[in-house]
């Protein structure tokens, strides 16, 4: 079965992106930090103690990897935007064979002592126009959401909205979670945040 795991903003710059998401939920980033194998860095914002939102970019300090990045970011451009969600299991292998075609291959990383494996696309954009969501499995214990700063910040629902909701919601039958809510039309992602100021919404 599926969970959700983390939210991910992507932009051209994470200077951009960070100070674009700051604005919008009026609360501080964290430190994230570097993916070798994607020439990719972050920043993260605690959803609660078992979800987060990332702001992800390419890393213009390594080398471009010989493979796409995940979430399509070698294509990424115009202003910081929500452009994917991620999904956690306990058997990514298993997860794979009920995901739609096109959902990756599991690629082993590290970053400190957090281990996961993470099935990439070989483009790097994952089906229903990357609104399918990613799919992760966390090795061993470790994990962002609970050493993150907590400032109150909960998701209250993410919207979904694809031509194909029906195939889409059909592909995420093994995911339960009242936050997540699909809709027909044209694709997009909306999150709307619960934060000490009200809610804040993310698109």
Avoid: K
Avoid at 107 to 116: K, P
Avoid at 149 to 167: C, F, N, Q
């Amino acid at each position: 079965m599926l969970r959700l795991d983390h939210l991910a903003i992507s932009c051209r710059a994470l200077d951009e992106g960070v100070a674009a998401v700051e604005a919008a939920l009026g609360l501080p980033l964290a430190p994230g930090g570097q993916h070798p194998h994607m020439a990719t860095h972050n920043r993260l914002l605690s959803l609660g103690p078992d979800l987060y939102l990332e702001v992800i970019a390419a890393d213009p300090g390594q080398p471009r990897p010989a493979w796409p990045r995940w979430f399509d970011l070698d294509r990424f451009d115009g202003p910081p935007r929500l452009t994917n969600w991620i999904c956690a299991c306990d058997d990514l292998d298993a997860e794979l064979a009920h995901a739609p075609p096109g959902s990756g291959t599991p690629v082993a990383l590290q970053r400190g002592d957090f281990r996961w494996r993470m099935a990439v696309p070989e483009t790097g954009i994952l089906p229903f126009d990357n609104h399918f969501p990613a799919l992760i499995q966390w090795e061993g214990a470790a994990h962002p959401a609970p050493r993150l700063p907590d400032h109150g910040a909960r998701l209250a629902r993410l919207e979904i909205t694809h031509p194909d909701a029906a195939a889409l919601r059909s592909a995420l039958s093994r995911l339960d979670d009242p936050r997540i809510l699909l809709r027909q039309g044209p694709a997009s992602l909306r999150a709307t945040i619960a934060t000490p100021q009200g809610e804040r919404v993310l698109t």
